[in-house]
């Protein structure tokens, strides 16, 4: 994680003028702190579940996946969901705002929709199990909640203001 960290905060000069017109140099970061989070520090928060789930995928010569691998994953979310983010909450003495509702929403809307995607697939679009295409269209879910993430950023009206 301390890698990511580093990485990700690199900056680069960029020469603009001030309000008087004198040209000052300025330190612009090189990525995107909410796309970084969203990809980069989640999947390394999430690398355990991740190799638990592919370890259990390939058990007994990938023939019968045991169940460990993919409670973890869905056990981990709902922990952090539910228990991270209420200790997080109640940790907090002062009083905190999401400084880009956009991007919280479309967050939100996403972890939403990955419950209702998981009950669709397990329950009513081929019950009991996944094939090949629904996890296809499964991972194709995370480059879209990125592109809507900062699409959702670029498109702020907070973020023109700054």
Partial sequence: MEAIAKITSQTESVEVKNAEGKTMTVAVPLWNSRIVYLSLMAIGGALPEIFLCFMSTFSEGGRVPTEIGPMAVVGSASFNLLIVSGLSIAAVAEVKRILNMNV??????????????????????????????????????YPALLVAAW????????????
């Avoid at 699409?151 to 700054?162: A, N, V």
């Fill in 104 to 141: 919280f929403l479309v967050m939100a809307a996403f972890a939403t929709f990955a419950y209702v995607w998981l009950f669709l697939v397990l329950v009513v679009i081929s019950p009991g199990e996944i094939d090949f295409a629904e996890a296809m269209v499964t991972l194709m879910f």
């Fill in 151 to 162: 699409f959702s950023e670029y498109l702020s009206p907070e973020e023109q203001d700054e």
